[in-house]
């Protein structure tokens, strides 16, 4: 599974999620700083990258039925980044990226 981080989300789980040998964007990699939430998601689809986000804004547009490669969302503080990485590895143990797509995460 590949993922790629929103502007929100702490730089140590990108950093943390390479380390241990994934795929991961960052928006500001990415060049998407202050990009409109669609742009993100369409960055996504086209990479087939699971965002990683805290804003609930991303929930509200896959809402509205906007494809995208999968959402992996977290209320904003819920964990640590290490717990959020935790989160993540499995999350992608168990489900394929195919499974991932149109689909949201609660972590």
Do not use: W
């Not at 992996?72 to 717990?83: F, I, L, M, S, T």
């Amino acid at each position: 599974m590949k993922f790629h981080i929103d502007e929100h989300v702490s730089d140590a789980v990108a950093q943390g999620l390479r380390r241990r040998g994934f795929d991961v964007t960052t928006t500001a990699q990415a060049g998407l700083l202050g990009a409109p939430d669609a742009d993100q998601l369409a960055y996504c689809r086209r990479e087939e990258k699971v965002m990683v986000s805290h804003d609930a804004d991303m929930l509200r547009l896959a809402a509205t039925g906007t494809p995208h490669a999968g959402i992996a969302y977290c209320h904003n503080q819920k964990y640590k980044p290490g717990q959020l990485i935790a989160r993540l590895l499995l999350l992608s143990s168990r489900i394929s990226p195919e499974e991932m797509k149109n689909r949201i995460e609660f972590l």
